[in-house]
């Protein structure tokens, strides 16, 4: 999973370098093209291991390849509120799909990966299979900054020790833009 980040990020570097070093002026008129972004979370998570809430923190990254169809990468610790030590970590990613509207940026997403789930008191732990459908709105504060509104995730963990575990929660945050080949600023 960590390599397929690296990879998206120099995936973007590549691409912006391209954008960055050509000898021709731009032309007069081009569409939105690929951005980056990455951001930080708070979440709240119903963990479906004895019914119990969860918060953590996570950092996500967004690489828009064209205006609305991008890949998203997210990792994601839920420590807080825990019971015997009991927590997940989760490392994903997927394509994500947005339709931006003035400021606002409704998504979908479909996203796959790693769990990792620690069991009460330490007596084992685990790495599972997750499969992660979710959706939220991001708010643009700007050029460079977004607002992560919501972000609602459902989990599949389905080769889990005791059968299905089905996480959901939702998440807000916030981003930064690192770049954009989009021609002029978009509002």
Same mark, same amino acid.
């Given at each position: 999973?960590?390599?397929?980040?690296?990879?998206?990020?120099?995936?973007?570097?590549?691409?912006?370098?391209?954008?960055?070093?050509?000898?021709?002026?731009?032309?007069?008129?081009?569409?939105?093209?690929?951005?980056?972004?990455?951001?930080?979370?708070?979440?709240?998570?119903?963990?479906?291991?004895?019914?119990?809430?969860?918060?953590?923190?996570?950092?996500?990254?967004?690489?828009?390849?064209?205006?609305?169809?991008?890949?998203?990468?997210?990792?994601?610790?839920?420590?807080?509120?825990?019971? +015997?030590?009991?927590?997940?970590?989760? !490392?994903? #990613? =997927?394509? &994500?799909?947005?339709?931006?509207?003035?400021?606002? /940026?409704?998504?979908?997403?479909?996203?796959?990966?790693?769990?990792?789930?620690?069991?009460?008191?330490?007596?084992?732990?685990?790495?599972?299979?997750?499969? +992660?459908?979710?959706?939220?709105?991001? !708010?643009? #504060? =700007?050029? &460079?900054?977004?607002?992560?509104?919501?972000?609602? /995730?459902?989990?599949?963990?389905?080769?889990?020790?005791?059968?299905?575990?089905?996480?959901?929660?939702?998440?807000?945050?916030?981003?930064?833009?690192?770049?954009?080949?989009?021609?002029?600023?978009?509002?």
């Amino acid at each position: 999973m960590r390599t397929l980040l690296l990879s998206l990020c120099l995936l973007a570097l590549g691409t912006w370098a391209t954008q960055c070093c050509h000898a021709q002026a731009s032309p007069a008129a081009v569409g939105p093209g690929s951005s980056l972004a990455i951001g930080g979370t708070f979440s709240q998570y119903q963990m479906d291991y004895g019914k119990r809430w969860l918060g953590g923190t996570g950092v996500f990254a967004d690489l828009n390849l064209t205006q609305h169809i991008g890949i998203e990468g997210e990792a994601r610790w839920l420590r807080l509120n825990q019971f +015997a030590n009991t927590n997940e970590t989760t !490392w994903l #990613a =997927g394509p &994500r799909v947005s339709y931006g509207y003035w400021r606002l /940026e409704p998504y979908v997403k479909v996203l796959a990966g790693q769990g990792h789930f620690n069991f009460p008191y330490n007596y084992a732990s685990g790495n599972y299979f997750v499969i +992660a459908p979710g959706g939220g709105l991001d !708010w643009h #504060a =700007g050029h &460079r900054w977004r607002v992560r509104l919501i972000d609602v /995730e459902f989990q599949d963990w389905p080769q889990f020790t005791y059968g299905n575990l089905h996480p959901y929660g939702f998440s807000t945050g916030i981003s930064y833009r690192l770049f954009c080949a989009c021609g002029l600023p978009r509002k």
